[in-house]
């Protein structure tokens, strides 16, 4: 090939991908576009988005009906297909977790440091309350919770940032992120369990919270001024 040909090949566009698949017969046209939604997943290191999806698969391609087929064939294996933080993803089944902890010594999509009871608790309230700044988690809990606290969920992309609230001096509000809807297994907040349901269950308590049943960990060694500190993202 002469070096004006290698040139021009280099020059040229990448081919259009064919997604309306017309030329196949239906049962093979579903399968190729079983492969394709699969396949995107499957190399995706995040939930995949339906826009994603909608570029490798043709305009009368029923996305869930697709991922709904995908399960049905994955259902004997230890892992599937989960909607998570608005995509899907391929995870591990539950049932392996003590199998992937005992190979690796983390349970399967966990990379993060374990959160403490402090760090849980603040998260959790970030979750149902946000968006709501470190002075009102801390007139919340009672007791200060601390920046470096903050941080950690930070940090492991748990919480970001906000919109100012409109309290004087416009503090930082914070709320949870994608990863926070991904690494507790949820499509959308909406899938949260709903707070009065678990008072109601006895697993959840507003008034043991604000009566102090909170650990000290709460507090920094700092006391420092909450609107001030919140000013910084």
């Known amino acids: 090939m002469s070096q004006a040909s290698v040139r021009h090949k280099m020059n040229e566009q990448p081919a259009l991908l064919d997604t309306e698949l017309e030329h196949l017969p239906p049962e093979l046209r579903w399968r190729e576009w079983m492969g394709r939604v699969e396949a995107v997943i499957f190399a995706a290191s995040e939930p995949v988005t339906r826009s994603v999806l909608a570029r490798v698969v043709g305009r009368n391609c029923n996305i869930d009906l697709i991922i709904d087929d995908i399960r049905a064939e994955l259902a004997g294996r230890p892992y599937e297909l989960v909607s998570v933080a608005g995509g899907w993803q391929h995870r591990t089944k539950k049932v392996f977790g003590d199998v992937i902890h005992a190979a690796f010594g983390t349970s399967a999509g966990e990379g993060a440091k374990e959160l403490s009871q402090s760090e849980t608790l603040v998260l959790m309230c970030i979750a149902y309350f946000q968006p709501i700044t470190r002075g009102e988690l801390s007139s919340f809990f009672g007791k200060e919770v601390s920046r470096d606290l903050i941080g950690v969920l930070r940090a492991q992309d748990l919480i970001a940032s906000g919109p100012r609230s409109p309290q004087p001096g416009a503090p930082y509000t914070y709320v949870t992120t994608k990863n926070f809807l991904s690494q507790f297994g949820l499509d959308t907040l909406r899938?949260?369990?709903?707070?009065?349901?678990?008072?109601?269950?006895?697993?959840?308590?507003?008034?043991?919270?604000?009566?102090?049943?909170?650990?000290?960990?709460?507090?920094?060694e700092e006391g420092e001024d909450d609107i001030v500190e919140d000013q910084v993202p």
């Open 191 to 220: 899938q949260l369990p709903d707070f009065e349901a678990l008072e109601d269950a006895g697993l959840l308590s507003r008034e043991k919270l604000l009566a102090g049943a909170i650990p000290a960990g709460l507090a920094g």
